[in-house]
């Protein structure tokens, strides 16, 4: 059973409908990433399957026993976001926020959870460090932790690269794609780089003018990445 269906979905806001008619699935284990040119709808799709915005029309039907809130989202960063004045350890826990219900308080399994995802990423020495004082690189990695507390399942991460230099970028790739391969994570990713997403990636939707899903291996042969690659570097 799959665990994501998009069926006759349209997006939009304002009145103004930005794509229209998607249908595609995603199962357990699938690493998807989503192409296309600025304002085609790749973070609006994004945040309709994190239940953040509702479509114009069609369904997102969730299965294999995948709940909304077991979803681990990395959004983009802002610059705000970039000088938040909390730790290493408070950015991560409280990733975990989803599982504690009406208590106020986390568990000694939410803690547990919480340090070993710290560990995962390679963040144990600087779990008392606050977060505006990490590098680029090191603040992906805490947001990453902290989408994985929420989550066994699925992680959607938009442009989890943008602004790494290409060092920190091909390390967080990496990491990324072994969540996906050693964790059997799903992913759905926006991305920009679409070299970096036809090499990591098995699946590919492009969003634009036409929509195209399928395997990297189809994409690369089809009109839509012709085009796009055509027209020189994406804009994201």
């Known amino acids: 059973m799959a665990l994501l269906t998009c069926q006759d979905l349209s997006l939009g806001y ?29 973070s609006t799709l994004m945040k309709t399957i994190l239940g953040l915005q509702t479509p114009t029309s069609g369904k997102i039907l969730t299965g294999d026993g995948l709940k909304p809130n077991e979803i681990g989202y990395l959004p983009q960063q802002t610059v705000v976001q970039k000088d938040f004045p909390a730790s290493v350890w408070e950015i991560v826990l409280s990733g975990c926020g989803n599982r504690t219900g009406l208590r106020p308080f986390y568990s000694k399994t939410e803690k547990q959870i919480a340090k070993d995802n710290i560990e995962k990423m390679g963040l144990t020495p600087l779990i008392k460090r606050c977060y505006r004082e990490l590098s680029g690189g090191q603040q992906q990695r805490v ?27 091909t390390e967080m790739y990496e990491l990324i794609e072994q969540l996906n391969n050693n964790d059997g994570i ?19 939707l492009h969003i634009g003018s036409e929509i195209f899903f399928g395997t990297k291996d189809e994409y690369v042969k089809s009109t839509s990445a012709r085009a796009f690659l055509k027209g020189g570097e994406e804009n994201g």
């Not at 930005?18 to 040119?37: P, Q, R, T």
């Not at 947001?143 to 970028?169: F, H, I, N, W, Y």
């Not at 679409?194 to 699946?203: F, G, Q």
């Open 186 to 204: 799903t992913v759905i990713m926006i991305s920009h780089d679409i070299e970096s997403a036809v090499k990591y990636a098995d699946r590919i």
């Open 143 to 169: 947001l990453l932790a902290r989408a994985l507390c929420a989550t066994q399942k699925m992680l959607l991460l938009d442009e989890p690269v943008s602004g790494l230099d290409p060092k920190v970028t």
């Open 14 to 42: 304002d009145g103004h409908e930005i794509v229209h008619g998607l249908n595609f699935e995603i199962n357990s284990g699938d690493y998807l990433c989503i192409v296309g040119e600025n304002g085609s709808g790749k």
